[in-house]
């Protein structure tokens, strides 16, 4: 196994050797917790990829295997004195994996299935068909074709680019119209080109490089310019902030643009909540959320962009005292973007335990930044028949704006 990343960078060598060994990692990960076994822990992780870069051991099923069991939900590297990352050296062996192993012609990238013509042949949304109880109910036409009216030229002024990603443009249509709505009534003028495409989180996560790549050049030219984007999705948001970059080596001309990309997408909670203002939108609060809501965090957010207070600051002026929060507010819901299709059983069990802190909770309705673990929870939810409702924070700050 090569120490490198896709563009020959030293850095997976290095996260490597920075790993002291000490095993504070097994304390904070769910799928250690699920089985106690060395191996499903960042640690033991690290001991085979640095074994396999060795030549101890070779690029087989059996470490493909071992590999894929990792949620990348980075509690692991949060909870590092040394802040190794563990999950740009997992996904750069997967990546490897994925060419030796010939994945892509054995399952296909994305996974072939019959999907309505309406969704991209590339969409992450066709891994979730690696299974039928992970086929999510596929709306048809998207969000943003029954929507292209209202999506106006940009121009200079208030205008924000709205990156849809999957889900929120083929699964949770009402989360976009939550977008439109409450930026509208700021007198944002929104705007989400139908050049973009899937954010490649699904193929980064399974090593598809190749699939990845061409992702991120078709957004990068879809959201070319100055103006913000906007992203209510965690997953795609960190794709556009943090992986487009490191896609690209250094001296590439494209490794520009994706930092210009980066500079200036924000997720909505972000965005509202420190460029628009608390003073505007607390203004803007007609009718506070009666019953008790609480607050899931994605990883993807709240440890992979680091933002844990702006969704929360949204909520509190939208419920009020009726906001309340959970013992495990921050567990991975087992998703893990393609975790639920590779390890279905070990999700569910992690899936379980989110469950159960949220039916502790007392909360009638969930909030949350992701539209994956949205998918995630409102099943758990259903299989436990638990009566509990799962929404997009966006959609509960329409709501109390009265929109």
Do not use: W
């Not at 051991?57 to 040394?82: H, I, M």
């Not at 949770?172 to 509208?184: H, N, R, S």
């Not at 299989?383 to 700050?397: F, K, S, V, Y």
Request: glycine content about 8%; some cysteine.
């Amino acid at each position: 196994m090569k120490t490198t990343d896709e563009n020959g960078s030293k850095s997976v060598s290095a996260e490597i050797d920075n790993c002291a060994k000490c095993g504070s990692c097994r304390s904070v990960c769910p799928v250690f917790a699920e089985y106690g076994l060395e191996k499903k822990a960042a640690r033991g992780k690290i001991a085979l990829c640095q074994a396999a870069s060795e030549g101890a051991l070779p690029l087989s099923e059996g470490l493909d295997e071992a590999l894929e069991d990792c949620l990348l939900c980075l509690a692991c590297t949060e909870n590092c004195s040394r802040g190794v990352q563990t999950h740009k050296i997992v996904k750069a062996a997967r990546a490897q994996l994925f060419r030796k192993l010939a994945k892509k012609e054995k399952y296909g990238a994305p996974f072939p299935a019959a999907l309505p013509e309406a969704v991209p042949e590339r969409s992450g949304l066709r891994y979730f068909l690696h299974g039928g109880e992970n086929i999510p109910p596929i709306r048809c036409p998207s969000f943003r074709k029954t929507h292209a009216e209202s999506f106006q030229a940009a121009e200079p002024g208030d205008t924000v680019l709205f990156f849809t990603g999957c889900f929120i443009d083929h699964v949770f249509p009402a989360v976009g119209e939550a977008v439109l709505k409450v930026f509208t009534a700021l007198q944002c003028r929104v705007v989400a080109t139908d050049s973009q495409g899937c954010c490649g989180a699904s193929a980064v996560a399974s090593g598809d490089m190749e699939t990845a790549r061409s992702l991120a050049v078709e957004n990068i030219e879809a959201f070319d310019g100055n103006h913000p984007v906007i992203v209510a999705c965690a997953s795609g948001g960190r794709m556009l902030k943090f992986e487009y970059p490191e896609i690209f080596g250094e001296g590439d001309p494209r490794r520009k643009k994706a930092e210009s990309l980066a500079a200036r997408t924000f997720d909505i909670s972000e965005y509202l909540a420190e460029r628009i203002g608390m003073q505007v939108i607390s203004s803007r609060i007609k009718d506070r959320c009666r019953q008790p809501l609480t607050y899931h965090d994605p990883c993807q957010l709240s440890r992979g962009q680091k933002i844990r207070n702006a969704p929360r600051t949204l909520l509190e002026a939208a419920c009020g005292e009726n906001l309340i929060e959970t013992r495990l507010s921050n567990l991975c819901c087992g998703s893990g973007m393609v975790y639920g299709v590779s390890c279905p059983e070990t999700s569910k069990k992690i899936l379980s335990k989110k469950i159960e802190d949220l039916i502790r909770s007392g909360a009638k309705t969930v909030a949350t930044g992701c539209p994956v673990c949205m998918r995630q929870l409102s099943k758990g939810c259903r299989d436990r028949g638990a009566n509990i409702e799962i929404r997009h924070t966006i959609e509960i700050l329409a709501e109390s704006m009265g929109l």
